[in-house]
């Protein structure tokens, strides 16, 4: 699991766990970008056998930040690549997504207006090296109002994606049968009964076959969970991350067998 946290939003904090609930310190600060922040971080393992993070770089800007690993504890600057967007304000809170067909793709909230709106959109590599991307494309059906820190999987054969809606600061839900959209939402509101003021949602299989979902409930300065055990249709009570809560922000893990 890869965070920033309260007190730190140019720190990598670097976790493992045995269980997707109690996480131990692994290495922190793990790693610095060499400008700017890395709120956000998002960790992936790639078919070159690193460990690859992708991170918010600045409040401002164009630009999203890489970083690999072969240990998760020594980390290496890739490179800031920057988007050929007209008008980019801000560009926050990239996720990983890889498809079943080995496609690597991210998943960027981009500002266009200057004025605090947010919409989705997909960057596809171009080259196995994740030096070279496609060009943003609006996420269909999530494009049309101020959607952040959109988090998507794969499960049974549809695309699933926990997204904040920035204006009510709650986290919606859409299915689409293509990663591109159109999305259509399945939930809106309060409709898990998680609450307002979250953010950061993402998901992981557990091995029982449900999905647990963190995400971070940043007016109160805690860390949330909860769990699915019918596909993603109803969720469990909120609990707090133990040891997580109010350290731990807006991170994402990545399930391994070892």
């Known amino acids: 699991m890869t965070a920033f946290t309260n007190s730190s939003e140019s720190n990598l904090y670097v976790y493992e766990s045995a269980d997707a609930l109690t996480y131990n310190l692994l290495k922190g600060p793990a790693y610095t970008p060499p400008t700017g922040l890395i709120r956000d971080p998002s960790i992936i393992k790639h078919t070159d056998g690193y460990y690859w993070i992708v991170y918010t770089t600045n409040w401002t800007g164009n630009t999203i930040g890489f970083a690999r690993s072969k240990d998760r504890v020594n980390w290496s600057f890739v490179a800031n690549h920057t988007l050929q967007t007209p008008g980019l304000?801000?560009?926050?809170?990239?996720?990983?997504?890889?498809?079943?067909?080995?496609?690597?793709?991210?998943?960027?909230?981009?500002?266009?207006?200057?004025?605090?709106?947010?919409?989705?959109?997909?960057?596809?590599?171009?080259?196995?090296?994740?030096?070279?991307?496609?060009?943003?494309?609006?996420?269909?059906?999530?494009?049309?109002?101020?959607?952040?820190?959109?988090?998507?999987?794969?499960?049974?054969?549809?695309?699933?994606?926990?997204?904040?809606?920035?204006?009510?600061?709650?986290?919606?839900?859409?299915?689409?049968?293509?990663?591109?959209?159109?999305?259509?939402?399945?939930?809106?509101?309060?409709?898990?009964?998680?609450?307002?003021?979250?953010?950061?949602?993402?998901?992981?299989?557990?091995?029982?076959g449900g999905w647990r979902v963190y995400f971070d409930g940043y007016a109160e300065k805690k860390y949330y969970y909860s769990d699915s055990l019918d596909g993603l249709k109803t969720w469990t009570p909120i609990r707090q991350v133990p040891q997580l809560t109010g350290f731990a922000r807006h991170f994402t893990v990545l399930k391994e067998s070892v």
């Open 89 to 208: 304000a801000r560009t926050w809170a990239p996720e990983w997504f890889v498809d079943a067909n080995g496609s690597v793709n991210v998943i960027v909230s981009l500002d266009t207006t200057n004025n605090y709106i947010f919409r989705p959109h997909l960057l596809t590599a171009t080259n196995a090296s994740l030096r070279n991307w496609s060009v943003p494309k609006p996420l269909s059906g999530l494009d049309d109002s101020n959607y952040i820190d959109t988090f998507i999987v794969r499960h049974g054969g549809k695309y699933h994606a926990i997204t904040k809606q920035e204006t009510t600061k709650y986290l919606e839900y859409a299915v689409a049968d293509r990663l591109a959209g159109p999305y259509t939402f399945v939930g809106k509101d309060d409709w898990a009964g998680w609450g307002s003021w979250r953010e950061g949602a993402a998901l992981v299989r557990l091995d029982n």
